[in-house]
């Protein structure tokens, strides 16, 4: 007679080993090497385009309409405002500007799905399953991200992961002076995201941003080094924030907490529902 705890057993290890045989069916080795933590360049700073200075310096291809909104935004700044600066008020970076990794990124290669998780906001997921678009796409900050491992050199291996996004949401910005994108968020952005030929510790994100606040494609080559060995921080916006938006207006906090223009002469808000108090 068979014993029964015996059969129990075998078909508990025939159930574990599932999982695993699936596991085993993700071939790493046909991947390129993403592990590690991702850093911009030792002295690049916070601009779009990693080759040229922020500001009007990026030479960003505006259309009239919207070189006039960058422009309101740059003189806004220079009397003290954030400008046209969605992270002012806690709002995402959104794409694309995300990928100028304002603090370092980490980036997880699954399956079905590549995830970029950043040190300071929610992670980008990359679907690689084969899907089709959506009919639907609910408006995101980052988009809906569909991707595709290409092989380039036909030696088993991927080497570049194409990305494209759809289903944006606004406002958003490239960099910190306040370079917009069309309010429609009808943007369609493409990166090729794949290590460097001569150099295994450098990251390139070639990103093409089509947007109707542009005159033609602008494209730039964003670079990434590897650090073998990281520290990561939880950074919050929310944490120590000290800018203030009442009306439309921008206000900021002083060190003792009180309310204070960011401008000169700038009039105080609408205090019409607080009781005035005798001092």
Partial sequence: MVNRSAIAALTLAAALALPIAGAWAFDESKYPDF????????????????????????????????QKVFEASLADQAAGGQGNDPPSRCMPFGLPRIMSVIFPMEIVVT?????????????????????????????????Y????WVDE????????????????????????TGIPLHEDSESIITERLFIDKADADTLHDVITVNDHALTRPWTVDKRYKRDHNPIWFQNNCSE?????????????LSGDDLLMPSK????????????????
């Fill in 35 to 66: 592990s590690g933590q991702w850093r911009r360049p030792p002295g690049i700073g916070i601009q779009w385009d990693q080759t040229k200075p922020l500001g009007r310096g990026q030479e960003a291809p505006l259309t009239p309409e919207y």
């Fill in 111 to 143: 399956p079905k799905t590549t995830h970029i998780l950043f040190d300071y906001a929610l992670p980008r997921r990359i679907y690689t399953d084969g899907r089709p678009w959506p009919k639907e796409i609910e408006p995101s900050f980052y988009g």
């Fill in 145 to 148: 991200s569909i991707g595709r």
């Fill in 153 to 176: 050199d036909g030696d088993g291996r991927y080497d570049v992961l194409e990305i494209e996004t759809r289903g944006f949401k606004g406002p958003r910005s490239y960099e910190a």
């Fill in 240 to 252: 120590d924030n000290r800018h203030v938006w009442i009306g439309g207006e921008h206000y900021v």
């Fill in 264 to 279: 000169k002469d700038q009039a105080p808000p609408d205090l019409r529902y607080f009781k005035k108090t005798a001092r």
